[in-house]
């Protein structure tokens, strides 16, 4: 079946350090392909998405590319700080219902 | 006022006590979901739903019943909970012709 494999946490930064998190899929078809954070206690809210290969999202400085020739879609951001620090979700559209699969999440932490 | 609420945010309950979770939207939308979130596993789809006479089971129904009373409201029982079912549980709500979809903050249930 379809599923999302992102990298592990914690990813401990510095402020306006690179930001990247790691997501591959695995997919009959062409999924939708999203980014959620959880701010702490909060749900989830959407950060970006892309429909088809190639296209990038990007939202609020972060960017992710939907890679088709390696099943990926890995978020970016150039300068993290200390309000970015959540946890990170890659999810992908299953079926005809429009069923999400998570990856397990990625906790982020920006100190000072 | 949230698109999306659930009621109540926090319970603590004892094993074999029967449990409502509630969901409500004011999106419209056809289309809601029941998730379970637990540390390191990410979002895990309960039972969702395209319309008040159509509900399906997700990944882990085992446990759990639904209910749709209306196109906005969308219930979540634990019939005799137990333990295991100690999590985080989340609405969504989707539909207006995009895939994305729009979560609610999250009750956090614990069975002791």
């Known amino acids: 079946g379809d599923s999302v494999t992102q990298m592990e946490g914690p990813v401990t930064l510095s402020e306006e350090a690179f930001l990247t998190i790691n997501c591959t899929y695995t997919?009959?078809?062409?999924?939708?392909l999203f980014w959620y954070v959880q701010y702490p206690g909060e749900g989830l809210q959407l950060l970006l998405k892309?429909?088809?290969?190639?296209d990038k999202g990007s939202n609020k400085g972060f960017e992710a590319t939907y890679r088709k020739e390696t099943t990926s879609f890995h978020l970016e951001k150039g300068s993290v700080q200390v309000s970015d620090s959540a946890v990170y979700f890659c999810?992908?559209?299953?079926?005809?219902?429009?069923?999400?699969?998570f990856g397990a999440g990625t906790r982020l932490a920006v100190h000072p | 006022d949230a698109d999306v609420t659930q009621t109540p945010r926090n319970r603590i309950t004892k094993t074999g006590k029967r449990i409502m979770l509630e969901c409500s939207q004011t999106?419209?939308?056809?289309?809601m979901y029941w998730y379970r979130q637990d540390p390191g596993l990410g979002l895990r789809l309960i039972y969702y739903?395209?319309?008040?006479?159509?509900?399906n089971k997700g990944e882990i129904s085992d446990g759990y019943s639904v209910s749709r009373q209306a196109q906005a409201k969308f219930s979540l029982s634990l019939e005799s909970a137990i333990p295991n079912q100690t999590a985080l549980y989340f609405c969504?709500?989707?539909?207006?012709?995009?895939?994305?979809?729009?979560f609610g903050p999250g009750t956090r249930l614990t069975v002791l």
């Open positions: 999810a992908l559209v299953s079926g005809g219902y429009n069923k999400l699969i």
């Open positions: 997919a009959t078809g062409y999924p939708s």
């Open positions: 892309a429909t088809k290969a190639d």
């Open positions: 999106k419209g939308h056809d289309r």
């Open positions: 739903s395209f319309d008040v006479k159509d509900i």
């Open positions: 969504a709500t989707g539909g207006g012709g995009t895939d994305t979809q729009y």
